[in-house]
């Protein structure tokens, strides 16, 4: 194995956490993010070729070492991990409204949902799954919300253009706001119509 | 319009025949799909009299103060029944389905709880691949065992030493009570004068031990009937009195 890859993956072992493939191109101070990306995929088929238990994931805007999934029941089974308490069906939905509308006020939510989501809104803060971004212009300035890297962590996504698209949905109604750059494109065509 | 509805509808239940678990539902929306999907009912043409019932017959079982959020949405179905029972004038033209608002909302709220539901599976997804463990900061380690020559725990011993400028020695000396000093200087006393009073009989200054040593020799002498000890009021200073004339020692 060459000394980059090595490199990284002793990155990778070390850090709990996704790491961006910028932090991995600096631990080599001749290595670009070029090279750190082909070391990435070079490890990934050692990886793969070789059966190890563990890969390499892209997640939260960076990459992890994870274990393969069909481990997690013998895992479990052996009290060498515990699982995270599973979210309740409220909490679900509001972080699904949270992640389509943000940022987003409470008012917004409970509107959507047709409950009051004080409760939720702690919890889902609490685990670290949604943050205050910000401040809304109108009255009384309430407090927006949006999701956390966590949470794309969470549900290992990338980033949240990873989240399904409207045409994805049996129902589309409420497209979520353009996310990826080709909705800038998209929109640039607008204008000339208007 | 509703009528037609209902007779497509038969599994409009009984009275009591109909039991709902409210809190499996995560609210008013969520109980309204679930009353039209177990009807197999559109929501696009949603028969506003028969749900508004069956909803509030669903929230019965419901204690008030959980179920304001349902109450609200009862309140709205019975608002849209009523708009609906009202004659239409110039019909199709102008119309607005009084239903629109409620519509949108529910199939909103039906693309969120598909959005939700597949979050779901995302996160059994991922959480079936396990990262490296949190780890907690490293504790406090302990000192290294110490290691050391004989000769060198002497010297240290001895530079603790001679940093004492003169070792000072205590000796611990008991200081028993002495009754029998007391009650020689209770007796002289009452040689001077036939009454005195408590504070009379300790003497300039006493320490806790003489106090003690008074106290017992008073007692003694008041068992042995030589004295009397008399407090006229209460709180008021004891007075000593002499009671006999014999000899007193």
Known sequence: MNPLNQLIEAALFSAARPVTVEELASLDPDANVADARSALDQLRETYDFNQHAIEIVELAGGYQILTRPQFAAALERAQLHVRTPKLTAAALETMAVIAYRQPVGRAEIEEIRGVSAGGVLRTLQERGLIEVVGRSEGMGRPMLYGTTMHFLEMLGLTDLTDLPRSDELTIALQPPKPLEPEDDDAEASVPAES | ?249
């Open chain 2, 1 to 249: 319009m509703t009528d037609t509805i209902q007779a497509t509808a038969p599994a409009v239940p009984g009275e009591g025949g109909f039991v709902v678990r409210l809190d499996g539902f995560s609210g008013p929306l969520d109980l309204l799909l679930h009353l039209l999907r177990e009807q197999q009912l559109e929501i696009a043409d949603i028969p506003i009299a028969s749900i508004a019932d069956q909803f509030l017959k669903t929230i019965d079982a419901l204690g008030l103060n959980e179920a304001a959020d349902y109450l609200e949405m009862a309140g709205r179905l019975l608002r849209l029944k009523v708009q609906m029972l009202l004659p239409r004038h110039g019909e199709e033209e102008g119309w607005e389905d009084p239903r629109a608002e409620l519509v949108r909302r529910l199939l909103e709220y039906q693309q969120v709880k598909e959005i939700s539901l597949w979050m779901e599976q995302g996160i059994e997804h991922r959480a079936a691949r396990l990262g490296r463990g949190y780890l907690p900061p490293a504790p406090e380690v302990p000192p290294a065992p110490l290691t050391f020559e004989l000769l060198e725990l002497l010297q240290a011993v001895e530079r603790v030493i001679s940093g004492i400028a003169t070792p000072v020695l205590h000796r611990v000396v008991p200081r028993p009570l002495n009754v029998e000093a007391a009650t020689a200087r209770i007796a002289a006393l009452l040689r001077e004068r036939p009454r005195i009073s408590w504070l009379d009989t300790l003497g300039p200054k006493p320490t806790l031990t003489d106090v003690l040593s008074t106290l017992l020799a008073l007692l003694e002498m008041a068992r042995r009937g030589v004295v009397r000890i008399v407090q006229p009021a209460p709180f008021a200073p004891i007075v000593i009195a002499r009671e006999s004339t014999e000899p007193i020692n």
